[in-house]
């Protein structure tokens, strides 16, 4: 039986129809599908639009440091100091432990 006859009959009777499980799990399956549907293209554009955000600040910051690449030279530099000595901190703090719990 279709929807429309389905329809028809409902409204035509004078009692309320049985209830066909079939009809339900299809409906229930279409909102989920639609449900899915809409959240996925959520999902894309809000993505999208972080990826073309990221793509925009990448390309700027590429121009940025042609234009100042002293600075941005002495910046590398300095974080990879702070980074060495970062590292070696936790290195030595880590053998510290180690030979403390013996």
Known sequence: MTTDARLAAA???SAAPARDPRFTLAVMRAAEA???KVE???AMLSWGAIAAAAAILALWLVGWGAVHWDGVQGGILGAGGIFA???AAR???QRLVAATSR
């Open 40 to 42: 996925a293209m959520r």
């Open 85 to 87: 000595l970062v590292a």
């Open 91 to 93: 290195l030595m703090t």
């Open 11 to 13: 409204l035509g009777a």
């Open 34 to 36: 639609d449900r899915f």
